[in-house]
Each structure stands twice: as C-alpha cells, then as structure tokens.
C-alpha cells in the first residue's frame, strides 16, 4: 500500500524556521498534486499549501510569503519550508498526496502528521 511519511518538525522559537519532508512510497504509478494541511488544537484541518507534478504552487493566504512548497519527483517527496514561524502556526502538520497506484486508479492519501510548535 501506499504511505505517505513526515518528518522535520518539532519545536522552535518564533521567527525561526524548519523545513518539512514527506517522502511517499509503496505501489506507485505516478504521484499528481501533493500538499500540506494543518490542524490546531481544536481547530479543523486547513490548508497550508498545494503543489502539482509539474510545480504550479497554491498558498493560503495567511501563508503571507514566509512559507515554500517544492517537490522532488524523482525522490516522490514533497517539502514545506516555514520561515519566520509565530506561535500560531503551531499544529500538527499533515502531507497530502493524489496517487496514481495504477494507470487508471487516482487516489487520495495523507500521511500521519508531524507536530510544529513554535514558541513565543
């Protein structure tokens, strides 16, 4: 089966930075969109960024320039490199992908989250 893993968060003072992989991996035929989400505590799920196979990028607008999403399709990961981090981004981060396990088969996946808190 596919899965989708995070890695690179953890905890950094405000206005630091941390950058965030996800490396997909298992019956892959070819991956299209990938993306990140985020969750605060009881807050939903919303998104951070979104990139294509062929690098077009989407961002939310509260992103306000200080984050970059990049994708190394050879590698079948996704980065999400936060600058200038503030106490609000604090959230559990989640890796999205669209995959293709089969020529004709397209399917959504996330990963399990990796946690970013960042201090004040």
């Known amino acids: 089966q596919v899965q989708l893993v995070e890695s690179g968060g953890g905890l950094v003072q405000a206005g630091g930075s941390l950058r965030l992989s996800c490396v997909a991996s298992?019956?892959?035929?070819?991956?299209?969109?990938m993306g990140w989400y985020r969750q605060a505590p009881g807050k939903q799920r919303e998104l951070v960024a979104t990139?294509?196979?062929?690098?077009?990028?989407n961002y939310a607008d509260y992103m306000e320039g200080r984050f970059t999403i990049s994708r190394d399709n050879a590698k079948n990961t996704v980065y999400l490199q936060m600058n200038s981090l503030k106490p609000e981004d604090t959230a559990v981060y989640y890796c999205?992908?669209?995959?293709?396990?089969?020529?004709?088969?397209?399917?959504?996946?996330w990963g399990q989250g990796t946690q970013v808190t960042v201090s004040s």
């Open positions: 999205n992908a669209q995959i293709f396990t089969r020529r004709w088969r397209n399917d959504n996946y």
């Open positions: 990139i294509t196979s062929g690098g077009v990028t």
């Open positions: 298992g019956n892959i035929f070819s991956i299209s969109d």
